[in-house]
């Protein structure tokens, strides 16, 4: 990290995405693997696939919400919580990722910008409610009746949630962090950009450089369960010589 020297009370913004659950045993979308390279992403992640085959994208929903909810908090997950509880500043995390492994490693401030596996989502009325372990098609809406529910996801082709408070924080954070994310999916692809042109130091943490690497004034290299509690170790150290 030369060229930042943080004194301990900066406004930290750290995006997230499926690279940081990955050791806790989630698949992300586009490695070797991933889930996207074994299910077609138009058939199961835009409304037009909902819409055409609901059973399809509700089991997909399903199978993830279970393994979500089997899988438990990894190292990286807790340095980022001790991170928000011990840092003299703020910190936000925005994440693209739907499972709840910040908030039960005891993370505060948590953005889900594309939605999370634990909400129910009435597609003609826009009522929502906590989601069951399974979802079926002909599931009723509990507010107007109808079926068609689904996961509270953003899907590709829909608005991300949040965003005016994203880019606000954006605009005003000293450092942007990018954690275990591909820089394929917009916008938050561009946030490093984004933060960067308001003038915040931009770090990314990443087992591989990602295809936005270049928007970064510093690159780690490592397995989010290594890099980010070493990055975390550093950044607090750096506040308890200041304090
Ligand atoms: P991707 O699968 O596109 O990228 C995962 C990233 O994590 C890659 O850059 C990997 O190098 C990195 N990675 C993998 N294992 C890691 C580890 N152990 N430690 C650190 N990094 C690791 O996932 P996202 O970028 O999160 O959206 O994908 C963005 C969005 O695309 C998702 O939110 C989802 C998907 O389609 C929707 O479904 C709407």
């Not at 840092?87 to 990722?97: A, F, H, K, S």
Request: proline share 6%; glycine share 10%; aromatic share 8%.
């Amino acid at each position: 990290m030369q060229g930042f020297r943080p004194k301990g009370d900066e406004f930290l913004v750290i995006l997230t995405g499926a690279g940081i659950s990955a050791e806790s045993g989630l698949g992300t979308f586009r490695d070797k693997d991933g889930l996207w390279t074994r299910y077609d992403l138009n058939e199961i992640a835009t409304p037009e696939g909902f819409a055409r085959n609901p059973k399809l994208v509700l089991d997909f929903y399903n199978a993830r919400r279970r393994n979500a909810r089997e899988a438990v908090p990894n190292a990286a997950h807790e340095a980022l919580a001790r991170l928000q509880r011990d840092w003299g500043g703020d910190v936000l995390i925005v994440t693209q990722n739907v499972d709840d492994l910040h908030e039960r490693a005891g993370s505060g401030q948590v953005l889900h910008i594309h939605g999370g596996l634990e909400g129910a989502l009435c597609a003609a009325c826009g009522h929502r409610w906590p989601a069951p372990a399974a979802m079926a098609p002909a599931d009723p809406c509990p507010v107007c009746g109808k079926p068609g529910t689904r996961p509270d996801i953003v899907w590709f082709g829909e608005i991300p949630y949040h965003m005016d408070e994203v880019w606000f924080a954006l605009r005003q954070c000293d450092l942007f962090v990018s954690i275990g994310t591909s820089g394929t999916v917009y916008p938050a692809a561009a946030f490093a950009q984004d933060a960067s042109r308001a003038g915040a130091y931009c770090v990314e943490i990443n087992a591989e450089t990602s295809a936005v690497a270049g928007d970064f004034d510093a690159i780690l290299i490592g397995p989010a369960t290594r890099a980010v509690p070493d990055w975390v170790a550093g950044m607090l150290a750096v506040r308890n010589s200041a304090a």
